[in-house]
T-cell receptor, first 115, second 110 residues
């Protein structure tokens, strides 16, 4: 099992550019989420999905789009990059089969800089 | 909504010192509680968890007890090592969405 994989590891964008951060998991987890990590703020939920074809907004969704066409993949799209989106992005997955623990498995992260 | 308040850092300790990181939470339901650790340059790893009141999670010498009466989940380790230097996050979930504390940076000096 590769677990949760993310690409790219690093990315530099200019303001106004768009791009897609890729996330994939091979654990057949129903739930997938995107978080951003900023200094002193912990991780904040951007978008999440409870299954293929179902997505919803988290705490900080503005400027981001997601889709979930398969169980395995959950890409995050930046529509028009802004310097405020400079952050480290983490994808995570979990399964209701774990019961109440809802343990989430995290990818290695993508460090994004917007200039 | 649900939230987590975590002791601010940074925390600097000598090897073999006792570590405690305070974490309190606010939740309307009965959440599961977690401590995640992030080593330099890496993603988050689950350190320990507790799913109901009075449960004690433990791993790698770290412990935390789910205290419903004080809404707390403090992390403790009796004798830290240099390899414990990392950022520690307290988190809770009542479903599949995690709410995180701000993180505490711990540096252990030899």
């Amino acid at each position: 099992n590769a677990g949760v994989t993310q690409t790219p590891k690093f990315q530099v964008l200019k303001t106004g550019q768009s791009m897609t951060l890729q996330c994939a998991q091979d654990m057949n987890h129903e739930y997938m989420s995107w978080y951003r990590q900023d200094p002193g703020m912990g991780l904040r939920l951007i978008h999440y999905s409870v299954g293929a074809g179902i997505t919803d907004q988290g705490e900080v969704p503005n400027g981001y789009n997601v889709s979930r066409s398969t169980t395995e993949d959950f890409p995050l799209r930046l529509l028009s990059a802004a310097p405020s989106q400079t952050s480290v992005y983490f994808c995570a997955s979990s399964s209701a089969r774990q019961g109440r623990s809802y343990e989430q498995y995290f990818g290695p992260g993508t460090r994004l800089t917007v200039t | 909504g649900d939230s987590v308040t975590q002791m601010e850092g940074p925390v600097t300790l000598s090897e073999e010192a006792f570590l405690t990181i305070n974490c309190t939470y606010t939740a309307t339901g009965y959440p599961s509680l977690f401590w995640y650790v992030q080593y330099p340059g890496e993603g988050l790893q689950l350190l320990l968890k507790a799913t109901k009141a009075d449960d004690k999670g433990s791993n790698k010498g770290f412990e935390a007890t789910y205290r419903k009466e004080t809404t707390s989940f403090h992390l403790e380790k009796g004798s830290v090592q240099v390899s414990d230097s990392a950022v520690y996050f307290c988190a809770l979930t009542d479903d599949y969405k995690l709410s995180f504390g701000a993180g505490t940076t711990v540096t252990v000096r030899a």
